[in-house]
């Protein structure tokens, strides 16, 4: 169960976000003070903190920046401020999102899944078991069998995944459609090589309309394609 920390001191507020988020199977514990609630922030078993600029013994701004630079979580500010420059200045110090009082409680429940959800993805990514290829801004997780584009995911069938790997996994290299077509579509594999091509065209066609990569796999005329990286984006992708 991910557990939720709230520090606020306005009690009617936190009890009702506890309600409902509680409601929807997160563990939630409060902390009036500000001084206290940053150093239960500091606890791993916390997975994301809620608060209020507004604390009477800690400025929220300056509770933000020192989470942030302490710990890799998802921060929510909640509070009353309406100022645009507030706002800004808090995602400045480090806060993932900024909610304005009053506000449905359900709205804070779909901000506190998102905010998680994001993180578990930026995290899985940065996880030494996946094995992932980056180049530009593309990300081919060859564990999770996963292309994405900075946060969005990129919709491939397997064969589309399994070419595009195939070439991402061997940069640089020319493969003819036919090579292709028996390291892809297996080594007793009959049909029309033909095949490749369509599916060149269509992982081209969602490379550029997701992530605006348009010069990733490269047609040598009379050769067949590759996969082009520099050696820098190598490097990232060991």
Known sequence: MEH?????????????????????????????????????????????????????????????????????????????????????????VGADDYVTKPFPPNELVARVKANLSQYKRLTSRRDPENDCIVRDQVCIDRTARRVSAGEEEIPFTMKEFDLLDFLASHPNRVYSKEELFREVWGMHSIGDVATVTVHIKKIRQKLEKYAGASGLIETVWGAGYRFQMDDAARARSL
């Not at 509770?63 to 979580?73: F, G, H, M, Q, T």
């Open 4 to 92: 939720i920390l709230i520090i606020d001191k306005d009690t009617s507020t936190t009890a009702l976000e506890r309600d409902y988020l509680e409601i929807s199977s997160y563990e939630v514990t409060i902390e009036e003070s500000g001084v206290s609630g940053f150093q239960r922030a500091l606890q791993d078993d916390i997975n994301l903190v809620i608060t209020e600029l507004d604390l009477e013994d800690l400025d929220g701004f300056d509770l933000c920046r020192e989470l942030r630079s302490r710990r890799d979580i998802p921060i929510l500010i909640v509070s009353h401020r309406q100022n645009e420059i507030d706002k800004v200045r808090g995602l400045g």
